[in-house]
């Protein structure tokens, strides 16, 4: 209850709300207290009195007007602001009462409403009445549509401890406070006053609550605040949230745990491959057998993304007959071929599996290995990744080399060989190649050097590309991207 200037005849406190609740608020708090003194339900002598005032306090106040006048202080206070708030649930006296909004979400199918629950409560009634909240909405709420969308919300901030309007609990509590100290329990009342602090967002209300504890002075025992976040309504709430999120995690690991890259390929085309349509191989290496069988003779393996013609489909779908791009005909499992070329999806895939930028020096591959060291200088303003080739154009090492820096590559086997390198950006480790602007270039031909036992450790230079023997020049790419 608060104090004459804002609850002249105590209607609010009659119904156990406060000033600032809605009419929505009121209207559910005049229904639970009918509930509790309708003279049929209560046998106490002054049942018919409390009901009675019950009603003129609601006829009061669900007219606008009427209440308009009432909260302007147009009534003579008739009730005295010593008594205190009781829990609009138990109807018992608390000391440390809060006005917290519950919400629920009911759906119907496709529409929702979201409903409040709103009044006094202790922190027992609150817990109850924030998980039936809660439990109302997880059974009527998820099954709509809409619900889908507003129940996560109302769940949150029922887990939370509901939602408490600000200066509407720093009255309650002032007033609370009042009411303790008329009784002569300073100390509870000082108490109520510190928590009826950091509610206070109007500064007038921040001013009774430091001009009355200023008058009470210190205290010598403070009562705990039951109001913390990790009580068991908490838990009580979390538990379907947790559960939910754990049922996901263990799906998520089941599938992970289940899911092969061959396997996953297998079923992303379900099309059964037509004469004269081009594929592509969706497996590491595929092997191609003389006839629809797994136990005959394998006359040629295909890499990753290779191109092939079907030539015929068997019935049943499982075999298919392809020509390879070198010209061999024979009989693949047509699970194992995706629809299209494999250029854009070699594309797409360098791209999924480029990793992190290599690092200067670092050998990116080897083809063989050796005892010899090269000394390597990049005098270009951008990054290269550079192959070393032998005369019949075969890749044995190929390494990365920073703008403007210097690296030591070891491991350089015999041999004579000849450099190519590339620029561009997004290098792709799994491909070996720049995913953008990629160009390709040859350091000059009176660089080739020789790695030989006996033989001064070679060093290498790599100049910018232009006019001059000095400088570089440009290849084609098929040059740098080679099998070999």
Same mark, same amino acid.
């Given at each position: 209850?608060?104090?004459?200037?804002?609850?002249?005849?105590? *209607?609010?406190?009659?119904?156990?709300?406060?000033?600032?609740?809605?009419?929505?608020?009121?209207?559910?708090?005049?229904?639970?207290?009918?509930?509790?003194?309708?003279?049929?339900?209560?046998?106490?002598?002054?049942?018919?009195?409390?009901?009675?005032?019950?009603?003129?306090?609601?006829?009061?106040?669900?007219?606008?007007?009427?209440?308009?006048? *009432?909260?302007?202080?147009?009534?003579?206070?008739?009730?005295?602001?010593?008594?205190?708030?009781?829990?609009?649930?138990?109807?018992?006296?608390?000391?440390?009462?809060?006005?917290?909004?519950?919400?629920?979400?009911?759906?119907?199918?496709?529409?929702?409403?979201?409903?409040?629950?709103?009044?006094?409560?202790?922190?027992?009634?609150?817990?109850?009445?924030?998980?039936?909240?809660?439990? &109302?909405?997880?059974?009527?709420?998820?099954?709509?549509?809409?619900?889908?969308?507003?129940? +996560?919300?109302?769940?949150?901030?029922?887990?939370?401890?509901?939602?408490? +309007?600000?200066?509407?609990?720093?009255?309650?509590?002032?007033?609370?406070?009042?009411?303790?100290?008329?009784?002569?329990?300073?100390?509870?009342?000082?108490?109520?006053?510190?928590?009826?602090?950091?509610?206070?967002?109007?500064?007038?209300?921040?001013?009774?609550?430091?001009?009355?504890?200023?008058?009470?002075?210190?205290?010598?025992?403070?009562?705990?605040?039951?109001?913390?976040?990790?009580?068991?309504?908490?838990?009580?709430?979390?538990?379907?949230?947790?559960?939910?999120?754990?049922?996901?995690?263990?799906?998520?690991?089941?599938?992970?745990?289940?899911?092969?890259?061959?396997?996953?390929?297998?079923?992303?085309?379900?099309?059964?491959? &037509?004469?004269?349509?081009?594929?592509?191989?969706?497996?590491?290496?595929?092997?191609?057998?003389? #006839?629809?069988?797994?136990?005959?003779?394998?006359?040629?393996?295909?890499?990753?993304?290779?191109? &092939?013609?079907? !030539?015929?489909?068997?019935?049943?779908?499982?075999?298919?007959?392809?020509?390879?791009?070198?010209?061999?005909?024979?009989?693949?499992?047509?699970?194992?071929?995706?629809?299209?070329?494999?250029? !854009?999806?070699?594309?797409?895939?360098?791209?999924?599996?480029?990793?992190?930028?290599?690092?200067?020096?670092?050998?990116?591959?080897?083809?063989?290995? #050796?005892?010899?060291?090269?000394?390597?200088?990049?005098?270009?303003?951008?990054?290269?990744?550079?192959?070393?080739?032998? +005369?019949?154009?075969?890749?044995?090492?190929?390494?990365?080399?920073?703008?403007?820096?210097?690296?030591?590559?070891?491991?350089?086997?015999?041999?004579?060989?000849? !450099?190519?390198? !590339?620029?561009?950006?997004?290098?792709?480790?799994?491909?070996?190649? *720049?995913?953008?602007?990629?160009?390709? *270039?040859?350091?000059?031909?009176?660089?080739?050097?020789?790695?030989?036992?006996?033989?001064?450790?070679?060093?290498?230079?790599?100049?910018?590309? #232009?006019?001059?023997?000095?400088?570089?020049?440009?290849?084609?790419?098929?040059?740098?991207?080679?099998?070999?």
């Amino acid at each position: 209850m608060l104090d004459s200037s804002t609850d002249p005849k105590g *209607y609010y406190a009659a119904l156990g709300a406060t000033p600032g609740a809605s009419t929505e608020a009121l209207h559910a708090a005049f229904r639970a207290r009918a509930k509790q003194l309708h003279p049929d339900r209560n046998a106490k002598p002054d049942a018919d009195e409390a009901f009675q005032r019950l009603n003129e306090a609601w006829a009061c106040l669900r007219d606008p007007r009427r209440r308009a006048e *009432y909260d302007a202080g147009g009534a003579v206070a008739t009730v005295s602001e010593t008594q205190p708030h009781v829990c609009r649930r138990c109807q018992k006296v608390t000391a440390q009462p809060r006005h917290v909004v519950f919400h629920r979400v009911r759906g119907r199918l496709l529409t929702a409403r979201r409903e409040r629950e709103e009044g006094i409560f202790c922190r027992d009634c609150a817990d109850r009445t924030a998980i039936m909240a809660s439990a &109302v909405t997880w059974a009527t709420g998820f099954p709509s549509v809409v619900g889908l969308f507003l129940a +996560p919300g109302a769940l949150l901030r029922n887990m939370m401890g509901g939602t408490m +309007p600000r200066d509407e609990n720093a009255r309650l509590l002032l007033h609370q406070a009042r009411a303790f100290l008329a009784r002569g329990d300073v100390e509870m009342a000082r108490t109520q006053c510190e928590q009826a602090r950091p509610f206070a967002a109007n500064p007038e209300l921040r001013r009774q609550a430091d001009h009355m504890l200023d008058a009470l002075g210190p205290g010598t025992r403070r009562l705990k605040d039951r109001w913390g976040l990790w009580g068991h309504a908490f838990v009580v709430q979390a538990l379907p949230l947790a559960g939910l999120a754990l049922a996901l995690v263990v799906l998520a690991v089941v599938a992970w745990l289940r899911w092969e890259p061959g396997e996953l390929a297998a079923r992303i085309r379900v099309q059964r491959p &037509v004469e004269g349509e081009t594929r592509h191989v969706a497996t590491e290496m595929l092997k191609v057998r003389q #006839g629809p069988d797994p136990t005959t003779p394998v006359i040629a393996l295909l890499d990753r993304f290779t191109t &092939v013609q079907v !030539a015929g489909a068997l019935p049943g779908g499982e075999w298919v007959r392809v020509e390879t791009p070198g010209g061999v005909s024979g009989f693949v499992q047509s699970r194992w071929l995706f629809g299209g070329s494999g250029a !854009a999806a070699q594309i797409r895939w360098c791209i999924d599996h480029r990793g992190d930028p290599p690092a200067n020096g670092e050998v990116l591959n080897r083809r063989s290995g #050796g005892a010899h060291e090269l000394t390597v200088r990049n005098t270009m303003a951008t990054d290269a990744v550079v192959r070393l080739k032998s +005369p019949t154009g075969r890749t044995m090492l190929t390494f990365f080399v920073a703008a403007g820096s210097t690296a030591r590559i070891d491991g350089i086997p015999d041999g004579t060989f000849r !450099a190519v390198f !590339a620029i561009g950006a997004d290098f792709s480790r799994a491909c070996g190649v *720049y995913m953008r602007e990629m160009r390709t *270039y040859v350091v000059p031909k009176a660089q080739t050097f020789r790695a030989w036992v006996g033989e001064p450790a070679p060093g290498l230079i790599i100049p910018p590309p #232009g006019d001059g023997p000095e400088r570089s020049q440009p290849v084609e790419p098929v040059l740098f991207v080679d099998t070999g």
